[in-house]
């Protein structure tokens, strides 16, 4: 497996990702956009030279203060279980630590178990709940300090 960043070929399969994996995916110029903004935002995972997974994260000022934001992951279906979003989140972290940041936070919705068990086992933390932060499910806000 080999994880590089981002480049505007690879806006098919991600997209083509993002749509197999959410009831409600983002639309395609959102990871455009993104890449535009800061292109070290997004990292992508290969097989054998097959795009199957992604990860985008953001660095943001709160309280005056620098943190990441992993705002999406996805592994295509037939390659999940493998390490891959784990290699994913890890490059993602380190990328947060290296710009200056000392905590980092994604939300996931409420009835997503396998994903708030797949986060704990990365050392995050549930921090709160964000009602109707989903259209229609409330989200777990959770945060690891790096």
């Known amino acids: ?66 943190v990441g934001h992993i705002l999406n992951i996805a592994v295509e279906r037939g390659f999940r279980n493998m390490g891959i979003g784990r290699a994913l989140m890890e490059v993602a972290t380190s990328y947060v630590k290296e710009s200056g940041a000392c905590e980092v936070w994604l939300e996931v919705r409420e009835s997503n178990t396998v994903a708030k068990k797949f986060y704990s086992s990365m050392d995050f933390v549930e921090k709160r709940k964000v009602h109707r932060y989903y259209r229609n499910e409330d989200a777990i806000i959770m945060y690891k300090e790096i």
Do not use: Q, T
Not at 28 to 53: Q, R, T
């Open 1 to 66: 497996m080999a994880i590089r960043a981002f480049r505007p070929s690879d806006l098919e399969d991600v997209c083509r990702i993002e749509r197999e994996s959410f009831e409600d995916p983002w639309p395609c110029y959102m990871f455009a956009y993104l890449h535009m903004k800061n292109p070290e935002s997004i990292k992508v995972a290969l097989i054998d030279e097959k795009l199957v997974g992604y990860v985008v994260v953001d660095i943001e000022e709160r309280s005056g203060k620098k």
